[in-house]
């Protein structure tokens, strides 16, 4: 089965500054890979996905994540986070081509101070 | 898209009473999964539907647990004689696969406490 790692699981930072959310997974094979945010008392939504193509994707909000094949890694990032960001975001990683099971990491709470 | 639909919102049960929650998925949606979440866990993995087969069960899920998608369109998550273990948040989420890269779409969950 595969494992989804997320290793920082509480960020707080202040407006306008980066953001960078790690996600490593353990399948060696294609993946699709996922990042959803859940906003404080919504259900989870999709914030990207990479399938193939451009290892850089773009998402909504101005988030992107990059897809390093050789480290297992598909990091989240914003160039300048907002007050609205405040959210827990989870990575998401399911098998390429039979994309059943979606295994999901522990996620990561976001504080964004104004 | 009227979005995936939960129900109810809110359970409250006494240990070894059992539960039926419900999932309607979109509609033109063919599988359809149920996840649970507990505090500080993202979601983990129950089961799935690809219309109305159930193609995978997790191994670590009870005998008590059960599922079905009788029609290939809504589906109900029993579980019998719950535990305080069972205590979290269900969710459902569905997808038009077409070939293994289809996202999934959540509802809002069923908070389940057992009492």
Same mark, same amino acid.
């Given at each position: 089965?595969?494992?989804?790692?997320?290793?920082?699981?509480?960020?707080?930072?202040?407006?306008?500054?980066?953001?960078?959310?790690?996600?490593? %997974?353990?399948?060696?094979?294609?993946?699709?890979?996922?990042? %959803?945010?859940? %906003?404080?008392?919504?259900?989870?939504?999709?914030?990207?996905? %990479?399938?193939?193509?451009d290892?850089?994707?773009?998402?909504?909000?101005?988030?992107?994540?990059?897809?390093?094949?050789s480290?297992?890694? =598909?990091?989240? $990032?914003?160039?300048?986070v907002?007050?609205?960001?405040?959210?827990?975001?989870?990575?998401?990683?399911?098998?390429?081509?039979?994309?059943?099971?979606?295994?999901?990491g522990?996620?990561?709470?976001?504080?964004?101070?104004? | 898209?009227?979005?995936?639909?939960?129900?109810?919102?809110?359970?409250?049960?006494k240990?070894?009473?059992?539960v039926?929650?419900?999932?309607?998925?979109?509609?033109?949606?063919?599988?359809?999964y149920?996840?649970?979440?507990?505090?500080?866990?993202?979601?983990?993995?129950?089961?799935? =539907?690809?219309?109305?087969?159930?193609?995978?069960?997790?191994?670590?899920?009870?005998?008590?647990?059960?599922?079905?998608?009788?029609?290939?369109?809504?589906?109900?998550?029993?579980?019998?004689?719950?535990?305080?273990?069972?205590?979290?948040?269900?969710?459902?989420?569905?997808?038009?696969?077409?070939g293994?890269?289809?996202p999934?779409?959540?509802?809002?969950?069923? $908070?389940?406490?057992?009492?």
């Amino acid at each position: 089965a595969q494992s989804v790692s997320q290793h920082n699981h509480h960020v707080i930072l202040s407006e306008a500054a980066s953001l960078e959310l790690g996600c490593n %997974y353990s399948y060696g094979g294609t993946v699709n890979l996922f990042w %959803y945010v859940q %906003y404080p008392g919504q259900h989870l939504q999709l914030l990207l996905k %990479y399938f193939s193509g451009d290892p850089l994707v773009k998402g909504i909000k101005g988030f992107e994540a990059e897809f390093i094949k050789s480290k297992f890694s =598909f990091n989240l $990032r914003k160039p300048s986070v907002q007050w609205s960001d405040t959210a827990e975001y989870f990575c998401a990683v399911n098998e390429g081509g039979t994309g059943n099971q979606f295994y999901f990491g522990t996620g990561t709470s976001l504080t964004v101070i104004p | 898209d009227t979005g995936v639909s939960q129900d109810p919102r809110h359970k409250i049960t006494k240990r070894g009473q059992n539960v039926t929650f419900r999932c309607d998925p979109i509609s033109e949606h063919n599988r359809l999964y149920w996840y649970r979440q507990t505090l500080g866990q993202g979601p983990e993995f129950l089961t799935y =539907f690809q219309n109305e087969a159930q193609l995978e069960k997790s191994r670590l899920l009870s005998d008590r647990f059960s599922a079905e998608r009788p029609k290939g369109s809504f589906s109900t998550l029993e579980i019998q004689r719950t535990e305080q273990g069972d205590s979290a948040m269900y969710l459902c989420a569905s997808s038009l696969f077409t070939g293994g890269n289809s996202p999934l779409h959540f509802g809002n969950g069923t $908070r389940l406490t057992v009492t």
